[in-house]
């Protein structure tokens, strides 16, 4: 992907996203879960109704200091998006995690998962003060690798974590990238 054609912006008050950039963001979280996408809905079909709160939530949680949406657009309309979170208490607020990583299966393979996590990590360290990222991945779909190849080491693992069907469950891996 050239880098004129993706344009990230950040998000940092819940004023600062409109109705229709809501609507975009809703519309990617439902089309990623429904393509298996492991972004916190684990069972699809999901609607916009189920996702909407969620998303709702995320969004009036945006602070500068404590929560961010980075976000990537292409010819106007959102192609991903992530969220990078720090907790305040001071025993772990050196260090930040990232959440709902995520391209829309219409602009996959185009490199913008890892754009969106450079873009991260350049936020963490310069503006956010971080010195870490951590992150949960779900096992069996790839991501860990994804995520190795962006610097990040995996740090834990919780064998069976995610239980998706009787047959099939799943390891959650903890996974950090220090220095950043």
Do not use: K
Request: proline share 6%; net charge negative; hydrophobic share 40%.
């Amino acid at each position: 992907m050239s880098s004129t054609s993706l344009h990230i912006r950040q998000i940092l008050l819940p004023q600062q996203i409109g109705a229709d950039l809501t609507r975009e963001l809703v519309e990617c979280w439902v089309a990623v879960s429904n393509d298996g996408g492991a972004v916190g809905f684990p069972f699809p079909p999901v609607t916009a109704a189920d996702v909407n709160p969620a998303a709702h939530r995320l969004i009036s949680d945006l602070d500068p200091q404590l929560s961010r949406l980075v976000i990537g657009m292409v010819d106007g309309a959102l192609a991903g998006w992530l969220n990078i979170r720090r907790d305040p208490h001071p025993l772990v607020a050196h260090w930040g995690t990232v959440h709902h990583v995520q391209s829309h299966p219409e602009h996959r393979g185009r490199g913008i998962g890892a754009t969106l996590m450079n873009h991260a990590r350049q936020i963490a360290r310069d503006e956010m003060n971080l010195e870490q990222l951590h992150l949960a991945a779900r096992s069996g779909i790839g991501l860990e690798d994804f995520y190795g190849r962006l610097g990040y080491t995996e740090i834990g693992r919780r064998r069976g974590a995610y239980r998706l069907t009787p047959e099939d469950d799943r390891d959650e891996i903890l996974m950090a990238l220090a220095p950043l």
